[in-house]
């Protein structure tokens, strides 16, 4: 059997999954369907990628609040306001587990963690909210907004 052959690849940066999630993610211009995907999917992956881990955790992180700019040169900036990290389909527990995870999977220690009173799901995954920096470009989404402000209004034909 060749060692090589079940060598993991390093996991993604928190700035690395940050990015790899917004790049799927729906734009800026489809709110509604760009708030679901951010609840459904968190920065560990898509749930096969989760289900390929060797090791499955009880937490996954998920952007919480973003701030987006436009530039006038057609390019979109996303600033992380705020993250949660929830405990997966589970109840409440302390903030030493949730910093714990955070501090494993993603180097983090943030200073603002903050349990939650609310659930992620409706059946349950109790969580904390925190920050942490991490930033999206991404060219073009002016142009998108422009396009679809300028397209005739469907009854007006």
Known sequence: MDPSASVQPPAPTFQEAFIALLSLAPGPVFPRARQLYLRKYPLEGSPAQLEAQACQSRFRSFLLQE?????????????????????????QTNPADYLTYL???????????????????????????????????????????????????????
Do not use: C, K, M, N
């Open 67 to 91: 701030e987006i700019q436009e530039g006038s040169d057609g390019v979109y900036r996303v600033r992380a306001a705020a993250f949660a990290v929830v405990h997966w389909h589970a109840p």
């Open 103 to 157: 501090r494993q999977r993603w180097l983090l220690e943030p200073e603002d963690l903050e349990l939650q009173s609310d659930q992620w799901f409706r059946g349950g995954g109790a969580y904390a909210r925190f920050t942490a920096p991490a930033v999206y470009e991404r060219q073009g989404a002016s142009q998108l907004r422009l396009s679809l402000a300028q397209a005739p209004h469907p009854s007006s034909s």
